[in-house]
Each structure stands twice: as C-alpha cells, then as structure tokens.
C-alpha cells in the first residue's frame, strides 16, 4: 500500500480541535456476544463455544494502543481507527518519562493487545545521555515482551526538538541507538524524520496541528504496511 502524503495525514485529522485534544483518550469497545450455537450432539455443543471463545479473544487481540507522552496527546483514537481499519487507542501523558511509563504501562499490558507503540523518551534527554535514554526505552519494550508475548512491540522515534540545539543533537543521535535496538530485537519503527522546524509550536516542543497530521500519517503507514 502506499505511503500517505503529508496533505493525506492532515486530511485524516481535518475535523481535529487540537486544543480540544484530551490528554488521555481511550476507546472503550463492548465484547459482541455470539450466540451460540446449540447442536444434538455433545460434539456440536463445545464446536459452538469453542467458536465464541475465539471471537472473544480476537476481539481483544485486535486492539493497537499507541501510549507516551504529550507529543502524542492530539492524536485522535477515532480517525486512526477509520484510516487504518483496526481498532486503535490512544493514551498520552503529558510529562512523563520513560521511567514513569512502566506504571502507566501495566494496564494496557493486562488487555494483551495485538501491538503496542511506545512513544517517550522526550522528557529524558535533557538530562541522560543518548544512549541511556534508548535503553530506558528498550526496557520498556522488554516489559511488554515478558508480560504480554503475543503483543507485538514497536518504539516510535523521538520527534526532533528544536528548542535547543544541543538537545536536537541527542535526539539525533538517540533515533539512531533506537534503530539498532529494534533491528536487534526484530521490533517495529516508526521514523518521524519528515516532521521538522515548521511542524512545532512558538515552543518549538510540542507539534502544532500540521506536525500532529504528520505524525498521524507516520502512525497510520506503519500499521497499513
């Protein structure tokens, strides 16, 4: 399939408030019951459960939960759903680091979901090293690996900052250590290389509402491909 353009990512988000944007957004989605289906036979019977047992499970299996901090709070659960055809959660929070997140981890890990994308390590930088921030991050996909082994991991690059030059540097230089690691573990990567100077608030942290397209789009070619 091919990739989404920029102007295709702001498009998915076209109908977005951002500063309407919830820092924690969740879809909470009901378990359809199947009937089941009631033979003559013993054998019939545990054929019907057996068949509704797996319609459960897939439904939980199926689920995408992106989960970070606030670079990615204007990303919108519904309109990734609808442009990737799955069913994909959002949840963000703001100021955490990667340390914080194996707290803020442990529920989402109990839903055993399909993939999880890890997105942090924008509040480490400014004061670890680059490498130290890329192995916290390894730890977490570590975590999600030894608590849920049919969820497949995915680290989500540090988008670049640009508030300071010498920390746009270890940004730089962390992707890098990042690609690696997920090269040698057989993780997924999402690279957010197109997002640059034009694409970040007067802050020059946080995504405006073009970044947040941006990112979107990112999101929604890593799970389509």
Known sequence: MAELSNQQGIQV????????????????SR?????????KSAQGQQSAIDMDQEHVGTQCNDTTIIIGD??????????????TKRRVTVRSFPGASSSDMKHYLQPSLQLEPREIILHAG????????????????????????SSSPNTKVTISALTQRFDEESLGRKVTECNKIIKSFCNQNGWGLVQHQNIDLSCVNGHKLHLNRKGIAILASNFVNHLTN
């Open 70 to 83: 606030s670079i990615i709070k204007g990303l919108r659960n519904d309109l990734l759903s609808r442009a």
């Open 122 to 145: 924008t509040n480490d930088v400014r004061d670890s090293s680059p490498r130290t921030v890329a192995e916290k991050l390894v730890d977490l996909g570590n975590l999600v690996s």
């Open 31 to 39: 378990k359809k019951k199947k009937k089941t289906r009631v033979s």
């Open 13 to 28: 988000l076209k109908d977005q408030n951002q500063d309407q944007a919830p820092d924690f957004q969740e879809v909470t």
